[in-house]
C-alpha cells in the first residue's frame, strides 16, 4: 500500500538560513509526487510536483525538490528562509484514480 | 479563474446534531474529492466523484456520513449525527478529468467543523 512518512513533526530555522524538509514514499511504481504548503486557516497550496523526467523539480516561492529513487525520497529545500514561510508542509503521493495520500507534515518555524 | 469555493467556512455543532458542507469545484472540472484533516495529521480521502458518480468511498464512515455530486457539479458532504471525533477541517478539491488525474488538482480552503 502507498504510504508517505514525514520525519520531522515540527522545525525551527532561522531567518536566512537553508532549509531542508525530508519525505519518504512507499510505492510501487514511478510515483506522482507533490509537496503542499497550508497556511493557519487556509486550504492547501501546491508548491511543486514530479510526475517523470529532471528529478530536481522547481516551485514556487523558490522551492525546489528532489526525486531520488534509490532512497525513495522526495525532500524540500529553499536556500535562504523568509519569515512568510512559516506554516505546515506537506508531502504527498499520488495513487491510481487521483487520491492523495499525505504524511503527517512538518510544522516550519522561522526565527528572526 | 475561480477556485473551489466552500462553505460555510466554520461551524460548531453539538454532538449528535447534523451538519452539511457545500463545495463548488471549478468549472469544468469533472472530478471532485472530499478530505478530512484531523488537525496534527494529513488529510485523508473520504470520497471521489467522478461527474455525479463515486469513484471512491472506501475511507467513508457510511453509518454517519453521506456525500452527493447532483448534476456532476457542487457537492454536499452530510454527517448526522456527528461525533466529538468528527471535529476536523473538511476540504474539498477538483481536478480536470482531460490531462492525466492529477491536472489541475485545486484545493478549496475548507470548513473548520468543531463538536462540543
Known amino acids: 500500500a502507498q504510504s508517505v512518512t514525514q520525519p520531522d513533526i515540527h522545525i525551527t530555522v532561522s531567518e536566512g538560513a537553508s532549509l531542508e524538509l525530508r519525505c519518504n514514499y512507499s510505492?510501487?511504481?514511478?510515483?506522482?509526487l507533490f509537496w503542499y504548503v497550508q497556511s493557519p486557516g487556509q486550504g492547501l497550496q501546491l508548491l511543486l510536483k514530479?510526475?517523470?523526467?529532471?528529478?530536481l523539480v522547481q516551485g514556487i516561492k523558490g522551492f525546489e525538490a528532489e526525486f531520488k529513487r534509490s532512497q525513495s525520497s522526495f525532500n524540500l529545500r529553499k536556500p535562504s528562509v523568509h519569515w512568510s514561510d512559516a506554516a505546515e508542509y506537506f508531502c504527498?503521493?499520488?495513487?491510481?484514480?487521483?487520491?492523495?495520500?499525505f504524511g503527517q507534515g512538518t510544522e516550519l518555524s522561522v526565527k528572526p | 479563474e475561480a477556485g473551489v469555493a466552500q462553505s460555510p467556512r466554520y461551524k460548531i455543532i453539538e454532538k449528535r446534531q447534523s451538519v452539511a458542507f457545500w463545495c463548488n469545484p471549478i468549472?469544468?472540472?469533472?472530478?471532485l474529492y472530499w478530505y478530512q484533516q484531523i488537525l496534527g495529521q494529513g488529510p485523508k480521502l473520504l470520497i471521489q466523484?467522478?461527474?455525479?458518480?463515486?469513484?471512491?468511498d472506501s475511507q467513508l464512515p457510511k453509518d454517519r456520513f453521506s456525500a452527493e455530486r447532483l448534476k456532476g457539479v457542487d457537492s454536499t458532504l452530510k454527517i448526522q449525527p456527528a461525533k466529538l471525533e468528527d471535529s476536523a477541517v473538511y476540504l474539498c478539491?477538483?481536478?480536470?478529468?482531460?490531462?492525466?488525474?492529477?491536472?489541475?488538482?485545486?484545493f478549496g480552503s475548507g470548513t473548520r467543523l468543531t463538536v462540543v
Open positions: 468549472s469544468g472540472h469533472a472530478t
Open positions: 478539491a477538483s481536478s480536470l478529468l482531460r490531462g492525466g488525474p492529477f491536472y489541475g488538482y485545486t
Open positions: 466523484f467522478q461527474n455525479n458518480g463515486v469513484v471512491d
Open positions: 504527498a503521493v499520488g495513487a491510481p484514480g487521483g487520491k492523495l495520500i
Open positions: 514530479y510526475f517523470s523526467g529532471d528529478t
Open positions: 510505492y510501487g511504481a514511478t510515483p506522482y
